[in-house]
């Protein structure tokens, strides 16, 4: 069965970087349209990136320049690369893959952004 665990989340300053992982399992991952979301406390949830077989996409203005999503295609892992992080990041992300119409969802990783 599909299988996302993402990792990498924490505390982290104003200003710091983080990279987040999402270890992929029951699908073929270099088929995949991978994605990055996220919901921080009272809001929806919103897309932050994007990666295809055509290439990776930024999909949230207020992330573009900072974050950059990538795959390992032999570690079936997608990354995203999160710089200059500010408190607005604070959220849960998601990583996400649609499998033969049916979306899936991994459980989720803190990010916290403050002082």
């Known amino acids: 069965q599909v299988q996302l665990v993402e990792s990498g989340g924490g505390l982290v300053q104003p200003g710091g970087s983080l990279r987040l992982s999402c270890a992929a399992s029951g699908f073929t991952f270099s088929d995949g349209a991978m994605m990055w979301y996220r919901q921080a406390p009272g809001k929806e949830r919103e897309l932050v990136a994007t990666i295809t077989t055509a290439g990776a996409y930024t999909n949230a203005n207020s992330v573009k320049g900072r974050f950059t999503i990538s795959r390992d295609n032999v570690k079936n892992t997608v990354y995203l690369q999160m710089n200059s992080l500010k408190p607005e990041d604070t959220a849960v992300y998601y990583c996400?893959?649609?499998?033969?119409?049916?979306?899936?969802w991994g459980q989720g990783t803190q990010v916290t952004v403050s002082v």
């Open positions: 996400r893959v649609i499998e033969r119409g049916r979306g899936y």
